[in-house]
């Protein structure tokens, strides 16, 4: 007996889930990554400026794309859009998200802020109605208030670490949730190359405006490896990140971002002796499990489908 060949939408369905799957994996890579860049930041904002540690990642995280642009079709070819305007948008965003990150990892606990931070995937699940059309039933928006539940377990509003900087990852999480709509609407036309460059150059020039107002000249050797390190590492993380979001939907894709509360315990207990708290554990357990929960939902729909 002869099998019928798989039809067009099957075929369609096992591409899709490949697609998924090879954005789950750049997307635990890029946090893996992301949590070092946040940690060097971490070290390098507790002296330097925030505006010094933007420019130096704009810059040097451009810089990284150089190997890839110099291959395949040619630079001018990689770098032609019609989309200046949402390249620009998504730019001054990703800035005042990277800001609000720095500055909190200067005053916080890098454990804390990253589990504050974790409210993003949830932001991006709300986010993804009105821009990119994808639906969210009543399960899902309970659990988003599920996770931003946990929030306020984690910041312990009367007490804890409920001051002005514990806002700073919840501005940084909610204009990440911005970036990657917009860099899921940016990638049905343009290449990954592409929009990052557009970010770097971008980035690198507001960030160089504001520069000489707040420019300190590093130290030491280590200082400057650190801050062009930054850089560096931050660039093949936004590679990774970008690539998830252009191979799997934002809801599936982002609660992947949760390992990195594991990295950023280990990083903060043996880099400056810092010990999440119980109530941080506990929140950041809500958060995961709401985010979780919504990648459950929208694996049963898509099998549905």
């Known amino acids: 007996m002869t099998l019928a060949p798989p039809s067009t939408p099957t075929l369609k369905a ?50 990284v794309l150089l190997p890839f642009l110099l291959r395949g079709k040619g630079i001018v070819a990689q770098l032609k859009t019609k989309r200046p305007g949402l390249h620009l948008l998504r730019s001054m965003i990703g800035c005042l998200s990277l800001f609000a990150f720095f500055m909190s990892y200067r005053y916080l606990a890098l454990a804390d802020a990253i589990a504050i931070s974790f409210v993003s995937p949830l932001f991006m699940t709300a ?131 949760y390992t990195g509360i594991v990295w950023a315990a280990l990083v903060g207990y043996f880099a400056w002796g810092d010990l999440p708290a119980a109530s941080t554990w506990g929140g950041a357990l809500l958060v995961i499990g709401s985010g979780l929960y919504i990648l459950h939902r929208q694996t049963l729909l898509a099998r549905g489908r």
Do not use: H
């Open 127 to 257: 986010l993804s109605v009105p821009f990119l059309r994808e639906q969210v039933g009543w399960r899902r928006w309970c659990a988003i208030g599920v996770g931003f539940l946990g929030v306020l377990v984690i910041v312990r509003p009367g007490g804890g670490l409920f001051t002005v900087y514990a806002l700073l990852p919840v501005l940084g999480a909610f204009t990440y949730a911005l970036v990657g709509v917009t860099i899921r609407l940016l990638s049905r036309t343009e290449s990954t190359v592409t929009i990052v460059f557009y970010f770097g150059v971008f980035s690198s020039l507001v960030a160089g405006a504001a520069l000489p107002f707040f420019w300190v000249t590093p130290v030491s050797a280590l200082d400057w490896a650190g801050q062009i390190g930054i850089g560096l590492i931050g660039g093949i993380a936004q590679l990774a990140m970008t690539n998830a979001f252009r191979l799997a939907p934002v809801s599936v894709a982002s609660p992947f971002e």
């Open 14 to 63: 096992q591409a899709d889930a490949r697609d998924s799957i090879a954005g789950i994996l750049w997307m635990a890579f890029a946090v893996f990554v992301f949590v070092g860049m946040d940690a060097m930041a971490k070290w390098q904002s507790e002296t330097y400026p925030i505006v010094q540690i933007i420019f130096f990642r704009a810059v040097f995280g451009t810089l």
